[in-house]
């Protein structure tokens, strides 16, 4: 069994911060690569940043390059989205998320594992 839970979601203002925590448990040694997707209101969930776990290769959205960053703690099987000069377009619900395979690709399918989701609200 595994499971992800997120931490760190609230309520922001415009061009505030946020961090997004990640903990992972349960079968944790095959994952090898940790994402961040997000679900804005009325819209699919979306790709926002992966991280491969063994080599910590990054890859991000558009949207969010420059402004987010995704970091990982191997020790305490964490991965983090520091969130910079947040928009209100990035209000959403955030999900974390885990796959087997080495690539931190942007696909949602090839995630295999995912959290229950963290809030985050930007006010203009």
């Known amino acids: 069994q595994v499971q992800l839970v997120e931490s760190g979601g609230g309520l922001v203002q415009a061009g505030g911060s946020l961090r997004l925590s990640c903990e992972a448990s349960?079968?944790?040694?095959?994952?090898?690569?940790m994402g961040w997707f997000r679900q804005r209101p009325g819209k699919e969930r979306e790709f926002v940043a992966a991280?491969?776990?063994?080599?910590?290769?990054?890859r991000y959205a558009d949207s969010v390059k420059g402004r987010f960053t995704i970091s990982r703690d191997n020790a305490k099987n964490t991965v983090y989205l520091r969130m910079n000069s947040l928009k209100p377009e990035d209000t959403a619900v955030y999900y974390c998320a885990a796959r087997d395979g080495a690539n931190p690709t942007p696909t949602l399918n090839a995630y295999q594992y995912w959290g229950q989701g963290t809030q985050v609200t930007v006010s203009s």
């Open positions: 349960g079968r944790t040694f095959s994952f090898a690569t």
């Open positions: 991280i491969s776990w063994t080599d910590g290769t990054t």
